[in-house]
């Protein structure tokens, strides 16, 4: 038990937030089910980090600015920096460019999303009648 408690209190700050981190890659996924991930984690833990490495830096930026227009998130932080990464083909180490941005959710966050969410649920009623 003493083990236990003893690794809860050695959690390192940074290992917390890692729960609502959304790491983005350019080729896996549409643009929008990151923006709708995004509003989730926001919802769930009001704020979230996307982060990315290289080519996958504009999609995180393009992210963030759709969910700042559209009045539901303001950046907290951006951080950026280089990061080693092990290339296969060459057998050395490459450097690729990383971003974090960390958004908070808007003081009208809640609105907007509740408005967003009947507007949704007044056009499927529209399409059943």
Known sequence: MEVIVEGVNNINISDAHKKNRIQVSNTKKPLFFYVNLAKRYMQQHNEV??????????????????????????????????VDIKDD???RPVQKAKIEIVLGKTSNFDELMAASAE????IEGEDQS
């Open 119 to 122: 507007e949704r649920e007044n």
């Open 89 to 91: 083909s060459r057998g």
């Open 49 to 82: 980090e996307l982060s990315a490495l290289g080519m996958a830096i504009a999609t995180v930026v393009t992210v963030a600015e759709i969910l700042k227009n559209n009045g539901l998130a303001v950046e907290k932080k951006i951080m950026t920096s280089t």
